[in-house]
Nanobody
Framework: QVQLVESGGGLVQAGGSLRLSCVAS????????MGWYRQAPGKQREFLAR???????NYADSVKGRFTISRDNAKNTVYLQMNSLKPEDTAVYYC????????????WGQGTQVTVTS
């Protein structure tokens, strides 16, 4: 089992920045892909960014150029640096992890709220 715990959400004005963190624990050696999603009220969960071991990061078009995903393997932590935030970025942000081999289990954090005011 893998546990993911996000932190770093909060209230920020439009144009501001936040950095989210996701600390992984448990059988993390099975995880090769870590990413971030968000869900706004009344909307489906939306992919934002992912980072696969040994690969290049992938981003959704809606955040490309504004958000940056990174990881610190020594701290078992994945980050999402969010710049130039907009009110439409307001959502609950979730950390996601997926195992590299069968059964390719997926794990989610509990979410952290990000609110961007205009």
């Amino acid at each position: 089992q893998v546990q993911l715990v996000e932190s770093g959400g909060g209230l920020v004005q439009a144009g501001g920045s936040l950095r989210l963190s996701c600390v992984a624990s448990g059988t993390i050696f099975r995880i090769n892909t870590m990413g971030w999603y968000r869900q706004a009220p009344g909307k489906q969960r939306e992919f934002l960014a992912r980072l696969t071991s040994g690969g290049s990061p992938n981003y959704a078009d809606s955040v490309k150029g504004r958000f940056t995903i990174s990881r610190d393997n020594a701290k078992n932590t994945v980050y999402l640096q969010m710049n130039s935030l907009k009110p439409e970025d307001t959502a609950v942000y979730y950390c996601h992890g997926r195992e590299a081999s069968y059964p390719y289990s997926e794990y989610w954090g509990q979410g952290t709220q990000v609110t961007v005011t205009s």
